[in-house]
């Protein structure tokens, strides 16, 4: 895979889980700013439809834990509500941050970085996920598996697919062979059910 095509990927999945899933429930309290775009350009307005941060990226993408991803001269980096860059660009793809956490690309692989941009976990994934309850599905060849936030693989990768929830309540949705179902912290099934295809 090339990297136009992984953070095409990435794009598109991350615009689904918005789509799908909306924003989580701590986006309430960030601030109502929303990616708009304007000749070709993105930027954000306010409520009122007013843009608050001129159009000037390639990609930007909703606030999260008080930062938004965004894209200038093909690299993502990080900004505040005032516009300004807290994480210089220097990334493939940037996700939002969760639980303290995003995930980054550099080349072709994944890792986290925190909110000073440090890497907490080095870029070693194929695919990565958001952390939730702890926990982040990683991607290792074909197969999906989860890591804690030091980076340890703590349910090894064994899953064909994954639910983009992550773990909720103590649970995640998981797709394994001929199986489907919620596993819990451990990776064992507490719930499954064999695949109509």
């Not at 429930?25 to 930027?43: H, Q, V």
């Not at 939730?132 to 197969?143: Q, T």
């Not at 030091?150 to 062979?177: E, Y």
């Not at 179902?181 to 695949?195: A, L, Q």
Request: with cysteine; charged share 25%.
């Amino acid at each position: 895979m090339n990297r136009v095509t992984i953070v095409i990927g990435g794009v598109i999945l991350g615009a689904l889980m918005f789509i799908f899933f909306g924003c989580p429930k701590k986006a309430k309290r960030e601030p109502a700013l929303t990616p708009a775009p304007k000749n070709g350009k993105c930027g954000y307005v306010d409520k009122s439809g007013k843009f608050v941060i001129p159009p000037q990226f390639q990609t930007a993408f909703p606030f999260s834990e008080g930062l938004a991803a965004v894209e200038i001269e093909d690299q993502f980096g990080y900004i505040d509500t005032t516009g300004s860059f807290v994480i210089e660009p220097g990334f493939d793809f940037a996700g939002s941050f969760a639980n303290g956490f995003a995930r980054v690309l550099v080349g072709i692989k994944y890792g986290y970085i925190d909110k000073t941009g440090r890497f907490v976990i080095e870029p070693r994934f194929d695919d990565a996920w958001n952390f939730s309850e702890g926990l982040a599905p990683v991607k290792v060849g074909r197969k999906w598996g989860y890591i804690d936030t030091t980076g340890a693989m703590v349910i090894s990768p064994q899953f064909d697919h994954i639910g983009l929830k992550g773990f909720d309540k103590g649970r995640a949705f998981v797709i394994k062979g001929d199986e489907e179902g919620y596993i819990d912290r451990t990776g064992k099934f507490i719930s499954k059910r064999r695949r109509e295809r």
